[in-house]
C-alpha cells in the first residue's frame, strides 16, 4: 500500500551556461545540497526555453547541456528548504531564480 505526505519541492531555473567561481552554478549548487543533507537534487537540462531576456534558446542537443535553460529541482521540508535557500542566496543574485511550492509526494510502502 503507498502512503501519501506533503512536502515542499524547490525550483531553480538558470542558464546551463551560468558560472560561479570557474565552475557551472547547476553542479555548484547540487554540491551546496548535498553539503547540507537534503534529500537529493536533480538537474534537468531543458531542450527549449526563455527567460527574462526573451532570447529563445534552442539549439543541437550536444550545446545544450552547456548552454539552454536548466532547472535544479530539490524535495525536502519547508524549513529545510528555506535554510538552503539561504546558503545559495550569493548564487541566485547574479544566476538564477527559485521556486517553492508545497506538494504531495507518493511513496510505495515495503512490502
Known amino acids: ?11 531553480i531555473h538558470l542558464s546551463a551556461s551560468a558560472r560561479w567561481h570557474h565552475r557551472p552554478a547547476y553542479a555548484e549548487i547540487v554540491h551546496r545540497a548535498h553539503a547540507q543533507g537534503l534529500s537529493g537534487a536533480s538537474v534537468f537540462h531543458g531542450i527549449e526555453g526563455y527567460g527574462t531576456h526573451l532570447t529563445v534558446h534552442h539549439d543541437r542537443p550536444s550545446r545544450l547541456r552547456t548552454h539552454g535553460p536548466c532547472a ?10 528555506h535554510a538552503f535557500l539561504a546558503t ?23 512490502p
Open 1 to 11: 500500500m503507498a502512503f501519501e505526505e506533503t512536502s515542499t519541492r524547490l525550483t
Open 72 to 81: 535544479i529541482v530539490i524535495v525536502d521540508t519547508e524549513e529545510r528548504l
Open 88 to 110: 545559495i542566496e550569493d548564487i541566485l543574485s547574479v544566476n538564477g531564480v527559485a521556486v517553492l511550492d508545497r506538494i504531495r509526494v507518493r511513496q510505495p510502502s515495503d
